[in-house]
């Protein structure tokens, strides 16, 4: 009954012609998949961009109504450029699919963009608790934001995943990094070629399951790696 009841409502708000799409990397979430899909606000449609998932995900996607694509490449670039590409709305947001990120805070981002006093907006995490993030990822994110500074001039405090533009522009930006890197070089990419970039506050809370990306030390290694390619080009 109450699995029912849950995608009556999603098939409710995705009834609607999508303001935004919304891109959602995926790999092994099942546990967070209702939870991120039950609360995605009416005119914004997930797109859940499946990246080799083994644990039911896909299905649970669907069974709720989601559209799903895959992504045959690993890698979190691959998984967001796939998205990219599938989704057909004007305005586009990417953000994590492990319920870290609360749907629900989707318009709030997209409202500068949309607005047009932003060209792009990156959602700067806000821990709702020390579980949310461990230390040493805090630490790395603090100096790949003094790095991005030194790059490009952008005072940004955060590089998380959660971000929206306008999806053609963005496409247009040609973004390569297939990887860890890609959140980095979009904004690289987007302050390279002029653009409005700003930040909107976010929750951030304690993740569903473990990171695939930084859950290990040997993760959050790669991750710095890849940013960091990213910056020293």
């Not at 009556?8 to 009834?15: A, H, I």
């Not at 998949?33 to 797109?47: K, N």
């Not at 039911?56 to 998984?79: D, F, H, M, N």
């Not at 006093?117 to 230390?135: I, K, N, T």
Request: charged share 25%; hydrophobic share 45%; proline share 6%.
């Amino acid at each position: 009954m109450i699995a029912r009841s849950l995608r009556q409502t999603v098939d409710q708000m995705f009834e609607q012609a999508p303001d935004c799409d919304v891109v959602l990397p995926c790999l092994d979430e099942a546990d967070a998949l209702p939870w991120v899909l039950g609360r995605m606000p009416p005119g914004f449609r997930p797109i859940v961009v499946d990246n080799g998932s083994t644990d039911g995900s896909v299905e649970i996607a669907e069974g709720l109504g989601a559209t799903v694509v895959r992504a045959t490449q690993r890698g979190y670039g691959a998984a967001c450029h796939a998205g990219l590409l599938a989704a057909t709305a004007r305005l586009v947001a990417v953000m994590d699919a492990d319920a870290s990120l609360d749907p629900r805070q989707l318009p709030e981002l997209v409202a500068p963009v949309r607005g047009g006093s932003a060209d792009l907006v990156v959602g700067a995490r806000r821990l709702v608790s020390r579980r949310s993030q461990s230390w040493t990822l805090r630490l790395a994110n603090a100096e790949m934001a003094r790095r991005l500074r030194r790059r490009t001039g952008l005072t940004l405090r955060d590089l998380g995943p959660m971000r929206a533009a306008v999806r053609l522009p963005l496409l247009a930006l040609d973004l390569q990094d297939r990887r860890s890197g890609y959140p980095v070089e979009t904004v690289v990419r987007a302050a390279d070629a002029g653009w409005r970039v700003t930040a909107v506050d976010v929750d951030y809370l304690p993740r569903r399951g473990r990171s695939k990306v930084t859950g290990t030390p040997l993760g959050a290694w790669r991750a710095v790696r890849d940013m960091s390619a990213v910056l020293a080009r």
